[in-house]
């Protein structure tokens, strides 16, 4: 998913199921869209979002400054690094 405004975009990779080795091709694609886009100078932010999202893959999104998004019950949970460190 590819979300943007005037001088900012999201690139969000969206799996079922996420594995930790999923998390390589998020800067492969940032990569690109900065070099091959008109998106080249705007802030990009990375993130992933899944229905099924383990513990560890989680946690290591957020040490790569990915935000998360994630399915609790019936309604998506957001995780952010900022707001983790700051509970």
């Given at each position: 998913i590819l979300l943007a405004n005037k001088?900012?975009?999201?690139?969000?990779e969206v799996?079922?199921?996420?594995?930790?080795d999923d998390l390589d091709t998020l800067p492969k694609k940032v990569a690109n869209l900065k070099q091959f886009s008109p998106y080249k100078n705007h802030?990009?932010?990375?993130?992933i979002a899944g229905f099924n999202i383990?513990?560890?893959?989680?946690e290591?999104?957020?040490k790569r400054n990915y935000f998360v998004l994630k399915r609790s019950g019936e309604v998506i949970e957001?995780?952010?690094k900022?707001?983790?460190e700051a509970a």
């Open positions: 001088d900012t975009i999201a690139v969000i799996k079922y199921k996420f594995h930790i802030t990009i932010y990375a993130g383990p513990d560890d893959v989680v290591e999104a957020l957001r995780f952010k900022e707001l983790l």
